[in-house]
């Protein structure tokens, strides 16, 4: 059985993630390419085989697309999410889902009615050296888990989307919404829900425009900034700072401090995880380098989005998961 899928946006994210990932998956015979600049879904259309869609509509009312990726701006997905579910297709959308939790939840709604899968992605959950920490506490190997902590940098979107300018459309309020908080830190809060079982609920931080300017010279409109101390539901205490400008490489790490020992996760470029027991012994983990903007490896989501349709299953990463972290993005923003 295979089927056609539609890519609704055509710039970075697309054209290194999901395209490839879709080419490469065995269900997927052709992809539909739509961006409003036309150039850019032929562009892809041409790297990776497929057709264009010269209108949205077309996209939509094809009844050979079963499915569609929303790689459009973070604006746009309000639109383009329930409006593909809405023509009986199912979503993986690009995160994060929206650009408030009201307009998120009009998408959750969109997808009740029709009836068709919704995923978004949170692609940090995907990689090995994750689920291998997840493993580990989920079994209870280390005990409870006390507090933690974790950062997600780099040296900002200017020189990753496909315009390549501080005209980006990351660095407008009207059009991110969030800056670096729902660009980098809404992956890191959908990792510590998934890691911990659990939900960020209490929120301090500090967010700010440090040294990113626009086109203008103007600093921008949103936070390339944030710094913050959380509280989970269960009682965890955590901190996480989220920047644009780590100006050296991407910094994933994350910290697990448990009531046996710590989990320590892409700290180290050989052991993405190390265990260090409370009585002085180590275990180190050479698992998978984690994707970033300059390694893009598969990251898995596709394939998982596309067996959860394949199998009639629950997508692994949910709307109701996705308002939750968008939720603790609001709270960030709303703190000072
Ligand atoms: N999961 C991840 O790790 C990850 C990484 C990067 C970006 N993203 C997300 O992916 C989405 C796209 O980001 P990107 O880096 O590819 O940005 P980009 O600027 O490189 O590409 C966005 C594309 O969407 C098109 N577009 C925007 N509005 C449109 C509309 N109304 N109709 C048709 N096309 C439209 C633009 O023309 C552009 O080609 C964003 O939501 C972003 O947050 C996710």
Known sequence: MGFNIGIIGCGSIARFRHAPEYHDNPYVEEIIFYDRNIERSQQLAEEFGGRVAKKLEDLLSDPTIVAISDCSSNEAHHVHTSKALLSGKHVLC???????????????????????KLMVDHNQRFTKTHQKAKEILEKKELGEVLTFKTTFGHQGPESWGVTKSNATWFFKKERSHSGVAGDLGIHKIDLIHYLLDDEIEDVH????????????????????????????????????????????????????????????????????????????????????????????????????????????????????????????????????
């Not at 100006?247 to 996760?265: L, S, W």
Request: hydrophobic share 35%; glycine share 8%; aromatic share 6%.
């Open 205 to 336: 931080a500090f967010h700010g425009a440090l040294d990113k300017v626009d086109e203008h010279g103007q600093p921008i409109e949103v936070c390339d900034n944030v710094v913050c101390a959380l509280k989970t539901k269960k009682g965890r205490l955590g901190t996480a700072s989220f920047s644009w400008t780590y100006y050296g490489a991407e910094d994933n790490a994350t910290t697990i401090y448990c009531q046996k020992g710590v989990i320590k996760i892409y700290h180290h470029p050989d052991a993405q995880l190390i265990i260090e027991m409370g009585d002085g012994s180590v275990i180190k983990y050479e698992i998978e380098q984690i994707q970033t903007n300059d390694n893009q490896t598969s990251t898995g989501v596709i394939d998982a989005f596309i067996d959860c349709i394949v199998n009639n299953e629950e997508p692994p990463v949910t709307s109701g998961e996705a308002i939750a972290s968008l939720k603790v993005v609001e709270k960030i923003l709303g703190s000072n």
């Open 94 to 116: 690009e995160k994060p889902l929206a650009i408030s939790v009201k307009q998120a939840e009009e998408i959750s709604e969109a997808e009740r009615k029709s009836g068709k």
